[in-house]
């Protein structure tokens, strides 16, 4: 673990309940994390990566994500994306992400209309994406997942824009939840948000079992590094 690291912002909205897993693993592979709540309109000076951590954000009463997107917090996040800064979203924060805009694509009611929650397969779609840029293509990533509205969705011609451009990053093995094609995880067309059902922060530890989530996080926190070579 290195002593010091970049700074990533987890925000915090109520119903949040995956966020000090985040920060734990994140810290497990060496930045430095401070928490953002959802009320505040601003990120740290010293922001290099955001995470949107899991959970049930203002309790999923509307649609998940739907209310989140409205939070102060949001206006950062999409001022930091529009700078270019690295931005995962892990469940409920893809989710948050499709909500906002930032990411294409809805998520619905999974297929069997059940919460699922196991160790997945995920399959590495392609590696320009720079939280994947460790990864192989076809390299698959177990990562546990738990959802009951991970089912990604959009219209067959948006799916083939986005898969001509590169951005379904990551694809189920076998059908977790009914998404579309199988997809995920997905990226913004400038590919620095990324947005991803399974869980990576609960796959980095081999001491608790598989360890696929390691890779992306540390894309993300080596895209953080670069980000501070080039605003430094």
Known sequence: MSPIGPVVAVVVFP???????????????????????????HLPAETAAVVLPGGFSYGDYLRCGAIARFAPAMVAVRDFAAEGGPVLGICNGFQILCEAGLLPGILRPNRQLEFVCR???????????????????????????KHGEGNWFAGPGQLAE????????LRYTDDVNGALDRVAGVTN?????????????HAVDPLLGPTGGAPILQGLIQAAHNRLLVTT
């Open 15 to 41: 119903g949040s309940n995956d966020d000090r897993d985040a920060a734990l693993a994140l810290q497990f592979l060496g930045a430095e994390t401070r928490f953002v709540w959802h009320a505040s309109a």
């Open 119 to 145: 160790d997945v397969a995920v399959r590495v779609e392609q590696t320009e994406s720079l939280f994947t840029a460790a990864c192989e293509i076809g390299e698959e990533l177990v990562i546990p997942v």
């Open 162 to 169: 986005l898969e001509a451009r590169g951005q379904v990053v």
């Open 189 to 201: 067309e400038a590919g620095n948000v990324l947005g991803l059902m399974p869980h990576p922060e």
